[in-house]
């Protein structure tokens, strides 16, 4: 790097990655604190994670209706509950609070099958139908492979892939290390890459 | 790197771009199943709108919850304790009736107690755990170490650029420099050859503190972006020690209070200042340590240099404002005497003018140029090269007790006098002088 010259590491405006994430954790934990006495300064956080946990509910109930129903239960626990946040990542507070909610849902809603309700629909934006029948298809197998898995397999994949959690976080949830969040994910979909291969073959 | 890192690595490369093939390495099944799942995403994008009505629905269920809550809340808090077991007969009003049984169950006397001792246990163990740990926090928290407490980029930054102010510029600490800035870092000053490394720094601190063992920087204002910080500062200190201004030229001490305005602005990389540019008043700093001149005292120089260079041209070679004429020499003095010269000092003996007219009687042709002047604080000093041919005889001194008379010789001589002035509110008050004299009797 140039002295002399005006370089810069980071584009103008940005901070460095580490500095990002310290500064977010910062931001969300204040939030979170001035929230407890004015809900209504929650709603930066319910806009930042809105769609991963939008995301997480499709995956774990049936419908869009539910996945709405869902999440509004989550983030109306969040706010109730403010006092529960510690600290640290607010993304898995939040998590582990969705978590023991879709439990909770899961209890309460016994599988039930109702005509009424549409399925969630598989929109699919590629252009060419081959493949998009290909994929679609690939999709709806894996969906059910996934849906065979325990259930904390299946928390750890949504979390991870739909949710986009980090395995750090993941194992703040559920009550475990990094690293073993990282080697179950990796077992896991290693078992059902190879089912797919099966499959296919 | 193993496969569980790899993988993790692959679905968050995924989450930015999802095109990103799988590294080498990866299990092709792995691999296969986590594109599926990625590429199986649609499902998952809200319906418009959703957002917005979703969040309408949470507050109104804060609300709810939270009226229930106000209204389960019994405004009595020591019935909560009556019991309806017939010892302590309950008050039934309405409220208790339709709230009790969500908002608070009863519980036994014997749950009560240990509910109780589980209280007491806990509150034991917060208040021990905080006097072991709360001075340890405590002293996280210090600006010091920034790192221990959550900032923001530009917390940070102003952070460490306090520190830079107080702990190496205020307090004097330029080992803490190492932590502060970077190897290669580089101080910009107008009208300076630019500092590089941490050394330079370190010299430049020590010289003002030096000098001004007082120093204080005062951080007026600050400002900072993700690795800038701008800060307005007041240095202030005592002038009491020697103030370095380049390897050969130190500023003695004058016990002079200084205070000086300087504008920083600093770059940041990786937590250090790594370049800085520094606009200070340096010259009213000078001023105020008494090294360089005030603008009044510039005016008053200027102002003495021109009445003497007058007053010279005007006696010894007729450049003056009027003209010299041998006979009116007599008044020519007095004339320009009142006017340049304090008057006591004219009204005693004048004795420069007596001389100057033995000077002219004696040097038909006499004739001065100024060479050089040059003023500084109340003194004027003037280097001339006079000539003339010597036609009449001239005493060697004056007063003359045995007055040395020198017999004219006919011939043009050239000699130096240089003469010191001191002056007064504008006016002459002790003059001194030396002129070549041998030469002008020809030795």
Same mark, same amino acid.
């Given at each position: ?78 706010? +109730?509950?403010?006092?529960?946040? *510690?600290? =640290?990542?607010?993304?898995?507070? &939040?998590? !582990? %609070?969705?978590?023991?909610?879709? $439990? ?66 993941? +194992?703040?949830?559920?009550?475990? *290390?990094? =690293?073993?969040?990282?080697?179950? &994910?990796? !077992? %896991?979909?290693?078992?059902?890459? $190879? ?7 | ?76 808090p020591g019935s909560w304790y009556v019991h309806?077991?017939?010892?302590h007969?309950e ?15 009863r519980v036994?006397t014997?749950?009560q ?331």
């Amino acid at each position: 790097m140039s002295i002399q010259g005006r370089e810069r590491v980071h584009p103008p405006g940005a901070a460095a990655p580490d500095q990002q994430l310290a500064a977010t954790a910062c931001a969300e934990s204040a939030i979170l604190r001035a929230a407890r006495d004015n809900p209504a300064l929650f709603e930066p956080i319910y806009n930042r994670y809105f769609a991963r946990i939008y995301a997480y509910c499709c995956r774990r109930v049936n419908t869009p209706q539910e996945a709405e129903d869902l999440t509004s239960i989550i983030f109306t626990r969040a706010l +109730g509950g403010l006092d529960s946040y *510690r600290g =640290g990542s607010a993304a898995a507070w &939040l998590f !582990r %609070i969705a978590r023991n909610a879709t $439990a909770n849902y899961h209890r309460d809603h016994r599988p039930t099958i109702s005509l009424d309700d549409e399925p969630i629909d598989i929109v699919d934006s590629r252009p060419e139908p081959a493949e998009r029948f290909m994929h679609t298809e690939e999709c709806a197998r894996l969906r059910a492979l996934v849906a065979d898995l325990p259930t904390e397999a299946q928390e750890i994949v949504t979390l991870r892939i739909y949710a986009g959690l980090t395995s750090a976080e993941i +194992g703040a949830i559920i009550g475990k *290390r990094a =690293g073993a969040v990282r080697m179950k &994910l990796h !077992r %896991i979909l290693k078992r059902l890459g $190879a089912h797919l291969n099966e499959e296919s073959t | 790197m193993k496969q569980p890192d790899l993988l993790d690595r692959y679905i968050t490369a995924l989450r930015h771009d999802p095109t990103t093939p799988p590294p080498p390495g990866l299990d092709p099944a792995t691999a296969r199943a986590i594109r599926a799942m990625r590429l199986d995403d649609s499902p998952a994008i809200p319906p418009v709108g959703a957002r917005t009505r979703i969040w309408q629905r949470i507050l109104t269920n804060v609300q709810t919850d939270q009226s229930n809550r106000d209204a389960s809340r019994d405004p009595r808090p020591g019935s909560w304790y009556v019991h309806s077991n017939g010892k302590h007969k309950e008050k039934k009003t309405m409220q208790t009736v339709i709230t009790r049984p969500t908002a608070l169950p009863r519980v036994s006397t014997s749950t009560q107690r240990i509910r109780f001792i589980r209280l007491a246990v806990a509150a034991i163990a917060v208040i021990a755990v905080a006097a072991i740990l709360l001075p340890g926090l405590l002293n996280d928290t210090s600006p010091s170490n920034p790192a221990a407490v959550y900032l923001s980029p530009q917390a940070a930054n102003e952070a460490i650029f306090e520190r830079y102010i107080n702990e190496a510029w205020n307090a004097g600490n330029t080992d803490a420099l190492t932590d502060i800035l970077t190897a290669d870092h580089v101080c910009h000053e107008p009208g300076m050859p630019d500092m590089t490394g941490i050394d330079s720094m370190v010299t430049m601190i020590d010289n003002y503190r030096t000098a001004f063992p007082d120093w204080q920087f005062t951080i007026e204002s600050i400002t900072a972006t993700d690795d800038e910080v701008w800060a307005r500062l007041t240095g202030t200190g005592t002038h009491d020690g020697p103030f370095t201004l380049s390897d050969d030229v130190a500023i003695d001490a004058t016990g002079n209070p200084v205070t000086v305005e300087v504008m920083f602005n600093a770059r940041l990389f990786d937590g250090k200042i790594t370049e800085q540019w520094m606009q200070s008043d340096v010259s009213g700093m000078l001023l105020e340590t008494g090294a360089m001149p005030t603008p009044q005292q510039t005016i008053t120089e200027a102002r003495n240099l021109m009445t003497m260079r007058r007053a010279l041209e005007g006696y010894y070679s007729g450049k003056g404002e009027i003209p010299l004429e041998r006979s009116h020499n007599k008044f020519f003095m007095w004339q320009y005497g009142d006017r340049y010269f304090r008057r006591t000092q004219v009204n005693r003996d004048d004795p420069g003018g007596l001389y100057t007219e033995q000077l002219y009687n004696a040097f038909t042709d006499l004739e001065m140029t100024i060479d050089s002047m040059a003023a500084t604080g109340d003194i004027v000093m003037a280097k001339t090269t006079f000539t003339g041919t010597l036609i009449e005889p001239i005493y060697a001194v004056w007063p003359f007790r045995n007055p040395l008379q020198i017999e004219p010789t006919g011939e043009k001589e050239t000699w130096t006098w240089i003469f010191v002035w001191r002056f007064e509110d504008g006016r002459v008050a002790e003059e001194w002088w030396v002129w070549d004299w041998p030469r002008v009797h020809g030795e």
